[in-house]
């Protein structure tokens, strides 16, 4: 009677142990969120930092940050190489969130194609200011906004086109700072973004864009 009692115990042991590895197997696979990407490690301290200051996210409260630069880039390269660069539109770059709950980004990040730049961002207008950055750049208390020329090897199938690139930094929350700290901090967002996206497009002298920021002078 003793033999059959001791199977059952190691077989019962042996399934708990199975349960036990499958189980934190499934934890593991949980924990790995499919939308978390490049965008965690490809943009700075100083962008985070400038987030908190414009959209009011202090320092105790954790950013989570969402978005697949390197797809952007293949995206906006596949529709250049497919003929169909109207499709290129507000392609995602990086969201910030406070914490992980809110469904409606603090700051978001993306670019599109566009065929020129608006007659609206060579001076100031009543939303905001232009500056001289690249092809241009305009700023508000909520947008900050860089448009630059990109040549690159990497667009038509391989062999080099040249492409207007519009970047966009939107603050969803209300902003909490000054006006003027606002124009500053949208406006470092999207050259930091803009300097990784010019990269990962292959742009041929980084698309003109300086390497370091500061507040460029208005047109």
Same mark, same amino acid.
């Given at each position: ?22 189980? !934190? ?5 949980? @924990?790995?969120?499919?939308? &978390? =990407? +490049?965008?965690? %490690?490809?943009?700075? *301290? ?76 060579? !001076? ?5 200011? @232009?500056?001289?950055?690249? &092809? =241009? +750049?305009?700023? %508000?208390?909520?947008? *900050? ?75």
């Amino acid at each position: 009677m003793g033999r059959p009692f001791g199977r059952l115990h190691w077989a019962g042991s042996l399934l708990v142990a199975i349960g036990l590895v499958t189980t !934190g197997c499934q934890e593991d696979e949980g @924990s790995a969120d499919p939308e &978390k =990407g +490049a965008c965690d %490690t490809v943009l700075g *301290g100083d962008v985070e930092s400038a987030v908190r200051r414009v959209a009011g996210i202090p320092d105790s409260v954790r950013i989570t940050r969402y978005g697949h630069p390197q797809d952007s880039a293949d995206e906006l390269i596949a529709n250049i190489d497919a003929g169909t660069p109207d499709e290129a539109k507000r392609l995602d770059f990086c969201r910030f969130y406070r914490e992980s709950v809110e469904v409606t980004p603090s700051v978001e990040v993306s670019f599109w194609v566009v065929p020129e730049v608006p007659a609206s961002s060579s !001076g100031a207008d009543a939303l905001g200011k @232009s500056y001289r950055m690249a &092809k =241009g +750049a305009v700023a %508000t208390t909520k947008l *900050g906004v860089l448009y630059f020329e990109c040549f690159s090897k990497k667009l038509s199938r391989g062999e080099g086109a040249k492409v207007l690139v519009r970047g966009a930094s939107r603050t969803n929350d209300e902003v909490a700072e000054s006006d003027a700290a606002a124009y500053d901090d949208n406006l470092r967002i999207i050259h930091a973004s803009s300097r990784v996206y010019a990269e990962l497009l292959g742009c041929e002298a980084n698309a003109g864009i300086p390497a370091t920021f500061s507040m460029p002078p208005e047109v």
